[in-house]
């Protein structure tokens, strides 16, 4: 019995090492690929930024899309690599209407012009957020952890249109209070003084 029970505990193992291995190579193989994306759009929207000349008073790059903080034009810029070519928006301040913080698709905060869009006084619905898979875990000591941090941007348009800023992600689980640094939250509040400057124009 015991020769039987030492054959499946290696049987065992060597299954739990194969699985462990092919985990590692294929998060390895992930990794890789995304860093060299994120450096492929980075390097084009550096190369826009000095064709176009565009004036930068913040800069993000992203997994999935760049952000630039142009005050100087009072706007935000928005890029992504998709299908080899580089889009972008020019945002002006005006058009930003909400922007959200999401933490695994929760809304944890927000921040939002007061007043009716420019679609619901046509009389459109206001500007909505679609239903996410939300996986917000509570550890034991209910400290939360979370394994994606975003920002939604609903801009004040007639289609209600709405982009998601990816800022980090992890396939573990991590403790938000442990987080070194937080760019989506540094972003939400470069979006809180810009709705406080529109709302300041129209007072």
């Not at 972008?88 to 909400?98: A, F, G, S, T």
Request: charged share 35%; hydrophobic share 35%; net charge neutral.
């Amino acid at each position: 019995m015991s020769g039987r029970d030492n054959s499946m505990d290696m049987t065992t193992f060597i299954i739990c090492v194969s699985i462990g291995t092919f985990s590692f190579t294929s998060v390895y193989w992930i990794k890789s690929f995304e860093r060299k994306f994120r450096r492929d759009k980075t390097r084009r929207v550096d190369y826009f930024i000095t064709k176009n000349k565009v004036n930068v008073d913040k800069f993000y790059s992203g997994v999935e899309s760049d952000l630039i903080y142009d005050e100087e034009t009072e706007s935000i810029w928005y890029f992504t690599l998709r299908d080899d070519r580089l889009r972008y928006k020019q945002i002006p301040y005006e058009d930003i209407y909400r922007v959200e913080y999401r933490l695994d698709g929760v809304i944890v905060d927000a921040v939002e012009r007061s007043g009716p869009s420019r679609l619901e006084m046509v009389g459109g619905e206001a500007p909505a957020s679609k239903l996410e898979m939300q996986s917000f875990i509570h550890l034991k000591d209910k400290v939360r952890a979370v394994k994606q941090i975003k920002l939604k941007v609903f801009l004040d348009d007639m289609e209600a249109t709405s982009f998601d800023v990816l800022f980090d992600y992890w396939y573990i689980p991590k403790e938000v209070k442990r987080l070194k640094k937080n760019d989506a939250l540094e972003w939400l509040q470069v979006f809180k003084n810009i709705i406080q400057i529109e709302e300041r124009k129209q007072a």
